[in-house]
Structures are given as C-alpha cells and as structure tokens.
C-alpha cells in the first residue's frame, strides 16, 4: 500500500519568499512521485515528477523538488514565490510500471501575500 | 502536450435523474483513464479505472450500479452518474495515461462540477 502525507493543509508566504511544501511518503516498492498544482474550478497540471535518476527535480515556474529516499520524502521549493502561485497543491505517489494509480495527499493550499 | 478535455464543465440537475460527463484525450489515444472525485477542500479520490475495451475496476465503496464507467474507444470515456442525489454532487476529474508511457505520467482534464437538486 502506498500512502502520501503533506504536512500544513495551508502555508502562507510573502511575495519573494522562498516557498517549502512539505510531503512524506510511504511505498513498498520504489515510488514514482508527483507534485501537482490545482487553481480554483480547474484540474490538475503537473508540476514535476521523479521517476528514477537525479534525486533533485526541476519542474515548471520555477519549482523543484528533491526526493531523499533515506527520509521518505519529497519536498517541494520554490525560491521566490510569486502571486500567481497562489494555488492547491498535491504530492502524489504511485507505483512502477506504465499507467499506475496515483494516491494523493490531502493538498496544501498555498496563499502570497504582498 | 496531451490535452483532455471534459464535457460538460459544469451541469445541475435535479434529484433522481441521470447525468453524462465524457473524457476525451484530443491528441493522444489514452489505453487507460481514471476517474476521480473531489469534494470542495479536499484531495481527489480515484473511483474507478477504466481500461479500453473492458469493464472498469471500481475502488473500494464506490458503487459501480450508481457510477457507470464506459470507455469504448481510446480517446473517449464516459461517466454516468445514475439516479442523482444532492449528496453525489461534487467535482469529478478524470485523467488519460497510454500504455508504455515509461514516465508513467497520468494527462488531467479540467473536471466537471456536478450540483444535484
């Protein structure tokens, strides 16, 4: 079984701050893990995912995220965040292998402030 | 990229009747689609996944008589909400993945939020 943790349900940064979403997971295979980003009424866009390889991820609009298997997590960072960022946020996790389900965590909403 | 799209983006309907929402990949033949559904504030739970040409796998306490999932083609799903009640509204999401995708990346469609009178 697979399970994704986020800490914080919502974080609130100001305009230019560095940004820290937190996710921890659980997997007892080697995981596949995703951030993705939902703003209000739409979907959800993929922000980044790491599969296997380069433990640190670069994503869209500047993100990035860095899976440490030692610690079971996979945090995601932004340096300076902007208003536009302002938005739900998902870690998800899924197994290998090709079209798995994805578990997702319970969302962060991340709010900028000027 | 791969887009999916949803139809409609919004319905209301009254209590006891039946609603249709389809999932279309536009540019990609999707062998598997998911559906989800999100309850305001809250994460998406997958309901069920559907796989071309074979009946769906429901999760565990989803209904599948309440929840009809039909993917006849490979770039169409459908998901029939049957006898509708107030408590089944929500914003359903489905997503599209092709098989030997090896960045086992799923394709998101904008969703559709359903209120039932």
């Known amino acids: 079984a697979q399970s994704v943790t986020q800490l914080g349900s919502h974080v609130s940064v100001s305009e230019g701050a560095l940004v820290l979403l937190r996710c921890n997971y659980s997997?007892?295979?080697?995981?596949?893990l995703f951030w993705y980003v939902q703003y209000p009424n739409q979907g959800l866009q993929l922000l980044l995912k790491?599969?296997?390889?380069?433990?640190l991820v670069k994503g869209i609009n500047g993100f990035e995220a860095e899976f440490k298997k030692s610690e079971t997590s996979f945090h995601l960072t932004k340096p300076s965040a902007h208003m536009s960022d302002a938005a739900e946020y998902f870690c998800?996790?899924?197994?290998?292998?090709?079209?798995?389900?994805?578990?997702f965590g319970t969302g962060t909403r991340l709010q900028v402030t000027l | 990229g791969a887009v999916v799209s949803q139809h409609p983006s919004w319905v209301i309907c009254k209590s006891g009747t039946s609603v249709k929402i389809e999932c279309r990949s536009l540019?990609?033949?999707?062998?598997?689609m998911f559906w989800y559904r999100q309850f305001p504030k809250q994460s998406l739970m997958l309901m069920a996944t559907?796989?071309?040409?074979?009946?769906?796998?429901?999760e565990q306490g989803v209904e599948k008589d309440k929840f009809l999932i039909n993917h006849a083609s490979l770039t169409l799903s459908t998901l029939t909400v049957t006898s509708a009640h107030p408590e089944d509204s929500s914003f359903y999401i489905c997503?599209?993945?092709?098989?030997?995708?090896?960045?086992?990346?799923?394709?998101f469609g904008p969703g559709t939020r359903l209120t039932v009178l």
């Open positions: 559907s796989n071309e040409g074979s009946k769906a796998t429901y």
């Open positions: 790491y599969t296997t390889g380069a433990t």
């Open positions: 997997s007892s295979v080697p995981p596949y």
């Open positions: 540019d990609f033949q999707a062998t598997t």
């Open positions: 997503s599209a993945a092709t098989a030997g995708t090896m960045l086992n990346e799923q394709f």
């Open positions: 998800a996790v899924s197994r290998t292998g090709t079209a798995s389900k994805l578990t």
